[in-house]
């Protein structure tokens, strides 16, 4: 994580969305020097931010009045949308030049949509949606996949570099969304491979610990092999993206194929054994669960 200062043109900063991924964000801006301000539906949450520093505000209104940039980290695209564009949202209280950067997972094109929104307002909406986890926002070495006018973008770099390690930017408004459906798509449709290979390996009678570190060797390694193959023969399934959580996303994925008629016939065993892993009751556990369950959700029915 960087310690930088903020530059004060950037403050005070506002948040939205203080959950998993949002508290460890916003603690690493705190750390950073961050004049932070945060609102929240449960006074509790925003109360353990403002133990850490943060002021706390009482109404969207209030926080947006305040704050030069506002981040917002919710759950999905329907909650940005109210957030943004209700009666008494961001929208309708924005004060000119606000700059929104919305870390959340969200459909591209209603992103694209609030964008030119909140520019009729002479605000400006930055997608920048982060890969990485929980680990990744707590050490501040999350990837951001950034979408938004390019001046404004590196206005913002001061901001990105203490929550995140990599920063891309993809391109327009919606561009960083894409990237990061993109991202979900190569990492469950890897998760499957891993669990294939791995059950694959037991089946044959042969280690997958061995497997795993023969495969890191060569053209097969990969990020999802090294971290989430490890938790798979650790059977750590604490979470650091939820499966429950992962399954929206995948919807997302679905339907920007649809949108765009194209075949994605690669996710379809990522549903299923994210179906099959929230049948089980696994909705609150780490992502890298769902290889326990893509052999036998697909070809014998049965729980791991």
């Known amino acids: 994580m960087s310690t930088a200062m903020i530059p004060p ?13 949002g508290a460890p964000m916003n603690r690493n801006l705190l750390a950073a020097g961050a004049d932070l301000r945060v609102w929240a539906r449960n006074p509790d949450v925003a109360r353990a931010l403002a133990a850490d520093g943060a002021g706390v505000c009482a109404s969207v209104a209030e ?22 564009l209700g009666d008494d949202g961001i929208l309708a209280h924005a004060p000119s030049g606000l700059m929104v950067v919305d870390h959340s997972t969200i459909d591209p094109m209603r992103t694209r949509a609030l964008a030119q929104a909140a520019a009729r307002h002479d605000v400006t909406f930055v997608d920048a949606p982060v890969s990485g986890g929980e680990p990744g926002a707590r050490s501040g070495t999350l990837s951001l996949m950034v979408g938004g ?15 995140g390690s990599t920063l891309t930017h993809v391109g327009a408004s919606g561009a960083g969304q894409i990237a990061k459906a993109c991202n979900q798509l190569v990492v469950g ?3 499957v491979a891993v669990g294939e290979a791995f059950a694959l390996a037991e089946q044959s009678g042969v280690d997958p610990a061995r497997v795993r570190a023969a495969l890191l060797g060569g053209f097969a390694g990969s990020r999802i092999l090294e971290v989430h193959g490890q938790r798979l023969l650790d059977g750590d399934f604490e979470p650091g993206f939820q499966v429950e959580l992962y399954r929206k996303d995948l919807g997302i994925v679905a339907g ?4 765009l008629g194209l075949v994605t016939e690669g996710i379809e065993p990522v549903r299923a054994a994210v179906d099959a892993a929230l ?18 959700a697909r070809d014998r029915g049965d729980e791991p």
């Open 63 to 84: 926080l947006v009045r305040q704050v030069r940039v506002l981040v917002l980290n919710v759950s999905d695209t329907p909650d940005v949308e109210a957030l943004m």
């Open 9 to 21: 043109e950037l403050q005070p900063i506002g948040a939205i969305g203080l959950g998993i991924m």
């Open 149 to 163: 006018p390019e001046e404004v973008v590196n206005r913002l770099r001061p901001i990105f570099d203490v929550v």
């Open 279 to 296: 049948e089980a009751g696994q909705a609150r556990h780490d992502v890298s669960i769902l290889a326990r369950f893509c052999v036998r």
């Open 256 to 259: 920007l194929g649809r949108d």
């Open 189 to 191: 449709e890897t998760l």
